[in-house]
């Protein structure tokens, strides 16, 4: 019965280095999307994706952020050369491909950029 | 794009009292849902609502789709101390992406 699973809940990184997020979604969930939340702030929308395909990167910026979610392993949201700026709540949401479902989120990873 | 307004941004209570929050949008939506955030972790899904005029509750908590289908409210009663967090709605529609409203902060007093 295990949620969506985000790893590592903590990530420590010093300016221009590379940050890896990583969740795995619910059982016989297919769409994930990733979120982030600055400090007493709401929740932006980054990047929406089903197996092997991005369906929206609307939210995402154009450089240095990439996401892939592939056919078997967790869905990974990669952060290159990272700034003070990216330390913010990293959160991954799934659903399954049925009409309307609710999105269910994962706990975050909390990235800190020194 | 589309936006949504939550109502009040941040609210303090005595435990005991009862709550309401809304939410507000410009455009139309098929589902509305409803979520609580503790601090540290992710939102959990409290309600959601498929169809316009719907009223749901789950235990202290009763959420309504409004008749417009432009907005939905959350109503709490009798506030207990772990009611604090923060709560945000989403509209949603097929084949959208889902919208988040910027959540309203409830704290609770004893």
């Known amino acids: 019965n295990a949620g969506v699973m985000q790893n590592p809940r903590h990530l420590v990184r010093r300016r221009g280095q590379e940050a890896r997020l990583r969740c795995s979604p619910m059982k016989g969930h297919s769409h994930v999307y990733w979120y982030r939340q600055l400090p007493e702030e709401g929740l932006k929308f980054m990047v929406y994706l089903q197996k092997e395909n991005i369906i929206d990167e609307s939210g995402m910026p154009k450089e240095r952020f990439s996401a892939e979610f592939p056919k078997e392993g967790p869905s990974i949201l990669r952060i290159q050369q990272v700034v003070r700026g990216d330390s913010a709540a990293y959160f991954c949401a799934s659903s399954p491909t049925i009409y309307n479902s609710p999105l269910h989120f994962g706990n975050g990873t909390r990235l800190t950029v020194t | 794009g589309q936006q949504l307004n939550q109502s009040p941004q941040s609210m303090f209570i005595q435990e005991g009292e009862d709550v309401s929050m809304n939410c507000t949008s410009s455009?139309?939506?098929?589902?509305w849902l409803w979520y609580k955030q503790d601090p540290g972790e992710g939102p959990v899904l409290l309600i959601a609502?498929?169809?316009?005029?719907e009223l749901t509750s789950n235990g202290r908590l009763t959420a309504q789709f409004g008749i417009t289908r432009k907005d939905s409210f959350l109503n709490i009663s009798a506030s207990i101390p772990s009611d604090v967090g923060i709560y945000f709605c989403?509209?949603?529609?097929?084949?959208?992406?889902?919208?988040f409203g910027p959540g309203t902060r409830l704290s609770v007093l004893p």
């Open positions: 455009s139309i939506f098929n589902t």
């Open positions: 609502l498929y169809k316009a005029g």
């Open positions: 989403a509209g949603h529609n097929y084949g959208q992406n889902f919208v």
